[in-house]
């Protein structure tokens, strides 16, 4: 048994309330104090820190965007002298400049603490061996996943990214029984494993994966090819703090978020408002404790919603969903806000299609709007199943996402294929 939990001692809604008006004062004020950049925010949004008494003030304070990070390079927003600082970390970020980011000690201790709770949450024990098969960097935060377990008791093999026959190797002789992985590294693996005949060898019980999107076809195939007992989603930006920011629980009904270290507010990303409980939006966060670099209501551009109702695990900690895509692919279509990655979800629960998939938009000569989906059949799929697909389909969309769409299903391969992110939307409307 552990002696000790990662769990915070909170028991009600309304302490872990309470807890975060305190953060989200102390934030500012620290802030204020420590960062001219914020707080110069500040005094032009005409909100000074002692001006916040409740939760519900968050609304008042101006936001923070990616911007400000860059316009800051190459220490933005420090908003504590610089020998305080122990550690940087820096997005490799595709557009615009770097993200860099800056941590204190208490920063470090916070994060790996927090992240030993993952490991909790996840069900592992003091005699669990994870092998963590992400980048150790400047870029990436393998240390994290390492020093957040070393925290919580189990043994750590920091393997690294890549190097399948490696993996495999450890796998075997340590007889891992975690690992953490990219999705598309752990079905490489998981091929690998396969191809090799060493499913019967290994120990494998665990999977968490981190920072990138994985879908559901995906997840399954390496559940079923290492006979996993669970996989997990680990959440994480470099801006706040890294990965380990949460986790789903063993039921995987959504993420539960550490809300005793950071505030997520989820806002329609156009009129920056918070959308109804349940529905998608914008992840917005506040932090709560982060010294080096405190983020106030910045803007993450990563869409998720929050999950209503309680976990049957108990914990009072709230969850949000996998990330649905970023707010910068946003469709209005109808006045209705659509994401590809919903499209995306609806179509993964459709039997004899494949995972690529279009989104057409047109105005036709009657000045409305349609969308057509053009979708792939399955590789071993016949076309004359076509129409009984696209009726299936069809009906999904219009329950799921409220929209009425044409549906094409089209030939296995004919749509292209590109191993940076495809071009899913066509839209030809003025
Ligand atoms: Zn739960």
Known sequence: MMARTFMPSIGSIDELRELQLKGLQ?????????????????????????????????????????????EGYPFPLLSVPFEKVVRIHASSGTTGKRKVLCYTQKDIDDWTHFFAR????????????????????????????????????????????????????????????????????????????????????????????????????????????????????????TELYGPGTGLDCKYHTGIHYWADYYILEILDPDTLKPVPDGETGEMVVTTLRKEAVPLIRYRTRDLTRMVP???????????????LGRSDDMIIFRAVNIYPGQI???????????????????????????????????????????????????????????VSAEVELVQYGSLPRSERKSKRVFDTRE
């Open 26 to 70: 102390w934030t500012l004020s620290h802030a204020y104090k420590g960062s001219p950049a914020y707080r110069k925010k500040l005094d032009e949004a005409g909100v000074h820190p002692e001006s916040v008494r409740s939760l519900e003030d968050i609304a008042k304070l101006p936001f923070t965007t990616a911007q400000d990070l860059q």
């Open 118 to 237: 993952c490991y909790e949450m996840a069900q592992l024990n003091a005699e669990d061996r994870v092998q963590i098969a992400v980048g150790y960097g400047l870029w990436t935060a393998g240390i994290s996943f390492q020093m957040g377990c070393e925290k919580f008791g189990a043994m750590a093999i920091p393997a690294g990214p890549g190097n399948l026959d490696m993996q495999c190797q450890f796998l075997v002789d340590f007889q891992s029984s975690v690992m953490v992985a990219t999705a598309s590294m752990g079905l490489l693996l998981a091929e690998e494993v396969n191809r090799r005949g060493l499913q019967d060898k290994i120990n494998l019980k665990k999977m968490i994966f981190g920072s990138e999107r994985s879908s559901d076809a995906m997840r399954k195939r390496i559940k079923e090819l290492l006979a996993l007992e669970h996989l997990f989603d680990i959440p994480g930006m």
């Open 309 to 323: 109702g309680e976990c049957p695990c108990g914990s009072i900690l709230p969850r949000h969903d996998r990330i």
């Open 344 to 402: 995306d979800h609806v179509l993964s629960g459709v039997e004899g299609i494949g995972s690529e998939y279009q989104i057409h938009l047109e105005r036709r000569e009657d000045g409305r709007d349609y969308m057509t989906l053009k979708v792939e059949r399955d590789e071993g799929t016949d076309p004359s199943r076509d129409p009984e697909l696209s009726r299936k389909i069809k009906e999904e969309i219009k329950k799921q996402i409220l």
